[in-house]
């Protein structure tokens, strides 16, 4: 995994944010013991401005940073054609994989980029990459973050990540804690990035991959516990891989339910991820 550029690349864009209050219970409860926690990124372990890795809905991007982007990058074209043109291509790429034959595609945003707009470098079009993502969806720590990573690392659990994802994601912990997935108690083996498999959550292949790498290592799915804020893309695959599930339902701009009035299947519900910590 690549080590994260300088912090200086996105600094400009960074502000803090605070999650949006649900209303939801915590309730439930884990069955003993978990030796694994999974995790998803966007909207779990980091708020995220438009609720998910990828690009905002139209509308609810500053055209003033963007603008500011493109005219760095000597750009002529507006926010919104550029956008545009954005959103046919990720809908071009999907409909092609599609065609395939995978339901969930993903797609890997530097291509994407790269078929759109000439850069004069690799860096180049990194640094545009991640400097546009995080105009339209900026990110901040959610709070317990550090809490629950250090929990899981004092007492000898398993971490990992099964998340929809590109290049730049890893790079936010860096960023952000100071450290690299590795650093902070993830296993190497068990960070299933979508971006990597050209497939995304809910597809039910990056669940069954983390399953098959966990028996290798000696752990059952039903000692293994996924945490996610979507019922549709994170607790019912997580559920159907055998994995137990926690629901974060800490932040509204994040929380997906299938039917708001549900009986949720999630194991556990949580509003904190200290809560999270709490039940492992």
């Not at 649900?22 to 013991?33: E, K, N, S």
């Not at 609810?60 to 990058?73: E, F, K, N, R, T």
């Not at 002529?76 to 034959?101: C, E, F, K, N, Y």
């Not at 000696?218 to 893309?233: C, F, L």
Request: proline letters at 9%; aromatic letters at 8%.
């Amino acid at each position: 995994m690549n080590s994260a550029p300088p912090r200086s690349w996105v600094a400009q864009y960074i502000r803090p944010l605070s999650p949006l209050p649900t209303h939801t219970v915590p309730r439930g409860a884990l069955r003993p013991p978990v030796d694994c926690l999974l995790c998803d990124i966007y909207g779990t372990l980091f708020i995220s401005g438009c609720g998910d890795v990828g690009t905002a809905p139209e509308g609810q991007v500053s055209p003033v940073l963007l603008q500011a982007l493109l005219d760095q990058y000597g750009i002529p074209q507006s926010p919104d054609q550029l956008t545009t043109r954005l959103h046919a291509a990720i809908l071009s790429d999907h409909r092609s994989s599609q065609a395939r034959g995978i339901v969930h595609p993903e797609m890997r945003i530097d291509e994407i980029w790269s078929r759109l707009l000439p850069f004069a470098s690799a860096a180049d079009l990194q640094r545009f990459a991640v400097a546009y993502e995080m105009i339209v969806n900026p990110v901040w720590p959610m709070p317990g973050l550090r809490t629950l990573l250090s929990h899981c690392r004092q007492s000898g659990m398993r971490l990992g990540i099964i998340s929809n994802a590109q290049f730049f994601t890893p790079w936010l912990f860096d960023w952000f804690l100071g450290a690299c997935l590795t650093q902070l108690g993830f296993d190497a083996d068990l960070i299933l990035l979508s971006h990597h498999f050209g497939r995304a959550k809910p597809d039910p292949f990056l669940f069954k991959t983390a399953a098959t790498r966990l028996w290798a290592m000696g752990i059952p799915v039903q000692r293994t516990a996924y945490i996610g804020n979507d019922m549709r893309k994170d607790v019912l695959p997580a559920h159907k891989a055998g994995f137990q599930t926690i629901l974060f339902a800490g932040d509204a701009r994040s929380l997906r339910l299938i039917d708001p009035q549900c009986t949720l299947p999630a194991d556990r519900v949580v509003t904190d991820l200290a809560q999270a910590a709490a039940s492992l």
